[in-house]
T-cell receptor
Framework: DQQVKQNSPSLSVQEGRISILNCDYT??????FLWYKKYPAEGPTFLIS?????DKNEDGRFTVFLNKSAKHLSLHIVPSQPGDSAVYFC??????????FGTGTSLTVIP | DSGVTQTPKHLITATGQRVTLRCSPR?????VYWYQQSLDQGLQFLIQ???????AKGNILERFSAQQFPDLHSELNLSSLELGDSALYFC?????????????FGDGTRLSIL
C-alpha cells in the first residue's frame, strides 16, 4: 500500500519558468515531509523539509507547500534552471518513525 | 558529498549466492537506514539501526539481515539471492533515531543478479 504517491512520473519545464512537483499522502499521522533530489548514479540529496505545524517553507528558489486537509504536498522551483533536471522524491514520516517515499518525478528543464 | 559511504558501488553475482553490502554513516550519526530501489520504484525501507540496536523493520525479506557494529558502520547481508533482488541498495544516516531531521544518503550499491 503506497502511503506517499507522486502521480506524475515526469515533467518538462522551460528554463526560467516555475516547476511544480506534486505529492499526495494517505496517512494523517505524518508530521514531517521532505523533498529529495537525485541525479543518476548518485544517492538522493536532501533538498527541503516541512513539519506539519507549518504550511510553507522556503529556501532560496525552492518552496514547499503543505495542505494537510487535502493531504497534499508540493515543491515549487522558481526560476527553474537546467541543473535542476533530476528525479525528485517526496517522503513523509510519522513521529519518530520510518520514512515513506514516493516513486519520484523526473524533472527536465529545457534551456 | 553526503558523508555516507557505501561499498562496493557495483556487485554482480549469481542466483543462490550471498553478498554483504557495507555502509559508513556520517560522522556523529547514530542511526543507519537501509533502502531498496528496484526499477521504476520508490525507495522501499528495509531496516533501521540506532546505536547498534535494531530500531525499525520495513519490508525486509527473511533472506536479508543487517547489523550495526560498535564503530557504527552497518552491513546488509543478502543470501539465497534471486533475480528479483537485483536493485539499488541505499544506506542513509541521521543523528538520532527519529524526530524532525532529514536522512542523508550514500550513493548506493547496484546489485545485479545473473
Amino acid at each position: 500500500d503506497q502511503q506517499v504517491k507522486q502521480n506524475s512520473p515526469s515533467l518538462s519545464v522551460q528554463e526560467g519558468r516555475i516547476s511544480i512537483l506534486n505529492c499526495d499522502y494517505t496517512n494523517s499521522m505524518f508530521d514531517y515531509f521532505l523533498w529529495y533530489k537525485k541525479y543518476p548514479a548518485e544517492g538522493p540529496t536532501f533538498l527541503i523539509s516541512i513539519s506539519s505545524i507549518k504550511d510553507k517553507n522556503e529556501d532560496g528558489r525552492f518552496t514547499v507547500f503543505l495542505n494537510k486537509s487535502a493531504k497534499h504536498l508540493s515543491l515549487h522551483i522558481v526560476p527553474s534552471q537546467p541543473g535542476d533536471s533530476a528525479v525528485y522524491f517526496c517522503a513523509a514520516s510519522e513521529p519518530g518513525n520510518q520514512f515513506y517515499f514516493g516513486t519520484g518525478t523526473s524533472l527536465t528543464v529545457i534551456p | 558529498d553526503s558523508g555516507v559511504t557505501q561499498t562496493p558501488k557495483h556487485l554482480i553475482t549469481a542466483t543462490g549466492q550471498r553478498v554483504t553490502l557495507r555502509c559508513s554513516p556520517r560522522s556523529g550519526d547514530l542511526s543507519v537506514y537501509w533502502y531498496q530501489q528496484s526499477l521504476d520504484q520508490g525507495l522501499q525501507f528495509l531496516i533501521q539501526y540506532y546505536n547498534g540496536e535494531e530500531r525499525a523493520k520495513g519490508n525486509i525479506l527473511e533472506r536479508f539481515s543487517a547489523q550495526q557494529f560498535p564503530d557504527l558502520h552497518s552491513e546488509l547481508n543478502l543470501s539465497s539471492l534471486e533475480l528479483g533482488d537485483s536493485a539499488l541498495y541505499f544506506c542513509a544516516s541521521s543523528p538520532q533515531a527519529g524526530g524532525l531531521q532529514p536522512q542523508h544518503f550514500g550513493d548506493g550499491t547496484r546489485l545485479s543478479i545473473l
